[in-house]
């Protein structure tokens, strides 16, 4: 096995000297996948393992770093990890979903090849295929700012990983055949904080100085609220975007959405509650952690401090006050506020709206009135060899019709280089979270109602934060603006993660006539190769 893996790694490393600068560090990980029994509520369920561990190990990483991340699949069926914020620059084949990369078979091995150019922040790594992600599976990730890079704040004491997320005690086998069945998922039965149930997970700080926590919700339905009990946290940064500095008493996460935020721990030496529950749902879960002073005179009393419930407006507003911090750096020594995206003609709008509906007598979800069903060959693999019948460019409109809902392997054509607009509108009576792979884009805009022309007058076109991941509030619309500069096919998905099982999604294919490696690097010599792709060659080695 570790002369294999030597094999292996040697290979990948040699491939990856055509893609990134030599000078640019390589960090190593090898990882087995693997069932195990864990007890975050209590009761024993089937856990997805990394390396033993639940949640999965940590990514610690650099601007530019390239990562060699070695996958044993040790499970009895296909898997896949895909890395959520991670921008794949010109590379979609790493995207780790299945319409870019085959799965991993059962007893075999893949190693991904991916660089964090150009990019910053916290984000998350987490199993795609199935309904792997209600089974674990997923990590934090990290990329610090190169040493010569200035930070907008004194480097914290401490930084910590933090991975919310709401949680069934079903086995993931049991949920994906409700969702086989046409059936929806029940309300959810607790919340796990870094994939432990209330009081299992504990930070320790020191009185007097100052830490990070780097917090993603991971989890499968519901917005939820984190909290420290009688601190106060500073935003600093939204998924790869220093942010100007606003102090808040608590913080709504939507699904997939990843922040970091800066807290002091200047109160009297005890245990404090950190807490976490649901947003917008008439029953609220709740969960906690322990802040343990080091110098603790004590265990923490009294109920954990109560945030937000229903209230959609003090979301709303806290939403609108992320804004980028003009004035810090990036991942390069220059101001973000460098790029004048509201100077920049926009050449196109998509206006998506989601749906839910019966077809066929199961449920269904729908963007503009397509339900996507994955084809059997990754779309990627299928627009690389040229194998047709798999999908249709054009298969779903830039505008919702309003028809009925029908399945389709939806893909939706893109000019590279083309600076566009797209408009999430939500007619239902829940929050939506998006997310795109492949990009970082502008939340220019969001409100309630219906979206018009008219919406565009409220557009931040000056500080709006960039991110990859955005909500849109019940009854509501949300705008992005996005500058195509990156070639490949991109999934766009709800975060509500049965929604996305069963069909809120769709693949941006982002598209080039040029055959140049300054646009797209090729199909990678380790490609996995499956569906109608099978027996095909990738390059030579």
């Known amino acids: 096995m570790q002369l294999h893996l030597a094999v292996v790694l040697l290979c990948a490393t040699a491939g990856l000297f055509a893609i990134a600068g030599s000078e640019d560090p390589y960090r190593f990980f090898d990882w087995n996948v693997t069932f195990g029994d864990i007890y975050p509520l209590g009761v024993r369920q089937t856990g997805i393992l990394i390396n033993g561990q639940f ?35 010109r590379n979609s084949y790493e995207d780790g979903v299945y319409g870019t990369t085959c799965p991993i078979p059962p007893g075999k091995n ?48 401490g930084d910590y990983t933090v991975l919310v997320g709401d949680w069934y005690k079903s086995n993931h086998t049991n949920l994906k055949a409700r969702l086989d069945r046409g059936k929806k998922l029940p309300f959810p039965d607790g919340i796990l904080i870094n994939g432990r149930g209330p009081g299992g997970a504990s930070f320790n700080v020191e009185q007097g100085k100052t ?20 601190h106060r946290l500073t935003l600093v940064e939204v998924e790869g975007t220093h942010t100007l500095q606003t102090t808040y008493s608590s913080i709504d996460l939507h699904l997939g959405q990843s922040c970091s935020v800066l807290f002091k721990a200047d109160q009297p030496a005890k245990d404090y509650y950190i807490a976490v529950s649901t947003r917008f749902t008439s029953r609220v879960l709740t969960s906690t952690a322990i802040l343990r002073y080091s110098n603790s005179a004590g265990p923490v009393s009294g109920p954990p401090p109560g945030g937000p419930t229903i209230q959609i407006d003090w979301s709303l507003n806290q939403a ?56 059997d060959t990754p779309l990627k693999l299928a627009d690389y060899f040229k194998i047709g019948g798999i999908f249709r460019v054009g298969s779903i409109s830039d505008n919702p019709y309003g028809g009925k809902i029908y399945l389709d392997t939806s893909v939706m054509q893109a000019d590279y280089r083309a600076f566009i607009e797209i408009v999430f509108q939500n007619n239902e009576n829940i929050v939506q979270s998006w997310h795109l792979d492949g990009y970082s884009f502008f939340v220019v805009g969001m409100d309630g109602g219906q979206w018009t022309t008219a919406s565009r007058r ?66 990678p010599k380790n490609a996995l190769l499956c569906g109608r792709a099978s027996g095909r060659h990738t390059r030579p080695l």
């Open 320 to 375: 609108r006050s992320i804004r980028t911090n003009l004035t810090a750096s990036g991942p390069r020594p220059n101001p973000q506020g460098s790029y004048h995206y509201g100077l920049i003609n926009t050449t196109r709008t998509i206006r998506l709206a989601n749906s839910a509906g019966q077809v066929n007598g199961k449920q269904r979800y729908a963007v503009n009135s397509v339900s996507f069903v994955p084809a």
């Open 55 to 89: 949640p999965g190990p940590d990514i610690h990483s650099v601007t530019n770093d390239n990562l060699i991340i070695n996958v044993h699949n040790s499970l009895n069926e296909p898997f896949l990890i895909s890395w959520s914020g991670i921008q794949q620059r």
């Open 211 to 230: 830490y990070r926590l780097r917090i993603s919700n991971v989890g499968l339905q519901n917005s939820l609220n984190f909290r420290i009990q009688n």
């Open 110 to 157: 893949f190693t991904y090849i991916l660089q964090v150019k150009d990019q910053i922040g916290s984000f998350f790594y987490f199993p795609s295929l199935a309904f792997h992600k209600a089974a674990g599976g997923f990590g934090g990730i990290r990329i610090l700012s190169r040493p010569r890079i200035p930070v907008p704040f004194p480097d914290p004491a």
């Open 458 to 523: 409220g557009y931040n076109l000056r500080d709006a934060v960039s991110r990859c991941t955005t909500q849109v509030y019940p009854k509501s619309w949300t705008a992005i603006y996005v500058a195509l500069d990156n070639v490949g096919m991109w999934n766009l998905r709800s975060e509500f993660w049965a929604r996305q099982y069963l069909g809120q999604q769709f693949y941006l294919r982002v598209y080039t006539t040029s055959t140049s490696l300054r646009d797209e690097y090729p199909i």
